[in-house]
């Protein structure tokens, strides 16, 4: 059974920086593309940040150049380090795998990051 776990979010002020965390079990992170996605309130679930098996990575325009993702396949996890947090970023932070062998999708159950003006 594939589970991700969330942990990292909190409440930090604007400029200041936070890492999530996505630690997965039941799939090796090292063979799947992993993802960040955020939802804030009344808005649609986006996808902020993605790295494919090989390592490559992409971001959304509002947060290219502040947020970072990675992975360590030794711990299984996956990271987001978050720069120079703005009050726009504040929502529920989503940890995404899509399995490589069956195409199926899971999430984490989110973890909240609110930043402060």
């Known amino acids: 059974q594939v589970q991700l776990v969330e942990s990292g979010g909190g409440l930090v002020q604007a400029g200041g920086s936070l890492r999530l965390s996505c630690a997965a079990s039941?799939?090796?992170?090292?063979?799947?593309?992993m993802a960040w996605y955020r939802q804030a309130p009344g808005k649609q679930r986006e996808r902020v940040a993605h790295i494919t098996s090989g390592g490559r990575t992409t971001y959304a325009d509002s947060v290219k150049g502040r947020f970072t993702i990675s992975r360590d396949n030794a711990k299984n996890t996956v990271y987001l380090k978050m720069n120079s947090l703005k009050p726009e970023d504040t929502a529920v932070y989503y940890c995404?795998?899509?399995?490589?062998?069956?195409?199926?999708?899971?999430w984490g159950q989110g973890t909240q990051v609110t930043v402060s003006s």
């Open positions: 039941g799939t090796r992170i090292s063979v799947n593309s």
């Open positions: 995404n795998t899509i399995i490589y062998s069956t195409g199926i999708g899971y």
